[in-house]
């Protein structure tokens, strides 16, 4: 039985952890097996620092591939800049300890209806062009017994964002994940999302958006599909 591996690792960055190392495997006997993001078994043998200079040092190849002049004092530190980016920021979601710490609280007040999480702000880079893919996610689920912090789900979606994704993969690890920690199958996740390598190159379509959605336990019932649904359609006026 192949197990999760938790956040915080000692053997993160040794390499007796080679064998061990699976980001976001989540469960072994149901739907979320497999969506893992695939990695290399050395993926976290570099440090952070490491991981930089390296990349770095093959951005300013492309860069000089492309015949730009790094003396320039504009694109001089492009290549460091875009590394850091790169690890610190918008791919930082590839490592496991980067991972939001998760609160929840007991459901003293036995609240018993869906909680939806409406509107997150996502932005995430397409795996297959490393161009943004940005929209919203909408997430729901039923208490079984604990309440998750409010800014834990928007955590929850940022962190799995912040890696070279498909749509397709981002709603499962999201959906995963919060069956995971709210310890519910009752989870429903939708994105609503522009991808630029669709809108701003290839076929340059600025119209279309992609929507994917996961239902999962109660929410595979129509009548709770449509009310999770209906929420989203809400045009409440916030100030
Ligand atoms: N299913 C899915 N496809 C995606 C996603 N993001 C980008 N793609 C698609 O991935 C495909 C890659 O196709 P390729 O034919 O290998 O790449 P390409 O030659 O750049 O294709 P064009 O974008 O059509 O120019 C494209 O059709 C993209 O639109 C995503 O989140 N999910
Ligand atoms: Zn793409």
Same mark, same amino acid.
């Given at each position: ?10 053997? &993160? ?17 149901h ?7 695939? #990695? ?18 093959h @951005?300013?190849?492309? #860069? ?8 320039d ?36 007040? &036995?609240?018993?209806?869906m909680?939806?999480?409406?509107n ?17 996610v909408h ?15 928007? &955590?929850?979606?940022n962190y799995f964002?912040? &890696? ?11 959906a ?7 310890n ?20 340059k379509?600025?119209?279309?958006a ?5 239902y ?11 009310? @999770? ?8 006026t916030y100030?």
């Amino acid at each position: 039985m192949e197990k999760r591996i938790v956040e915080s690792d000692p053997l &993160r960055n040794t390499p007796e952890s080679f064998n061990t190392l699976s980001v976001d495997e989540i469960g072994d006997d149901h739907l979320f097996k497999g969506i893992a993001t695939p #990695m290399l078994p050395q993926a976290f043998l570099k440090t952070d620092e490491e991981k930089i200079a390296s990349i770095a040092g093959h @951005f300013k190849a492309i #860069m000089e591939t492309l015949g730009l002049d790094l003396s320039d004092d504009s694109l001089a530190g492009t290549p460091q800049r875009v590394a850091k980016m790169y690890v610190q920021e918008i791919f930082s979601g590839l490592d496991e300890r980067n991972k939001p710490k998760i609160a929840l609280f007991e459901n003293k007040y &036995r609240y018993g209806q869906m909680l939806v999480e409406k509107n997150i702000t996502f932005y995430s880079n397409c795996e297959h062009h490393f161009v943004p893919i940005f929209g919203k996610v909408h997430v729901a689920y039923i208490s079984s017994g604990k309440v998750i912090g409010l800014s834990k789900l928007n &955590r929850i979606v940022n962190y799995f964002a912040k &890696r070279p994704q498909v749509q397709e993969r981002l709603t499962m690890q999201i959906a995963g994940e919060m069956e995971s920690v709210l310890n519910t199958k009752d989870i429903a996740v939708l994105i609503d999302a522009k991808h630029l390598c669709v809108s701003s190159r290839g076929i340059k379509d600025d119209n279309s958006a992609t929507i994917t959605a996961y239902y999962g336990g109660r929410f595979s019932d129509d009548a709770v599909k449509n009310e @999770f649904l209906n929420y989203l359609n809400l045009n409440t006026t916030y100030v």
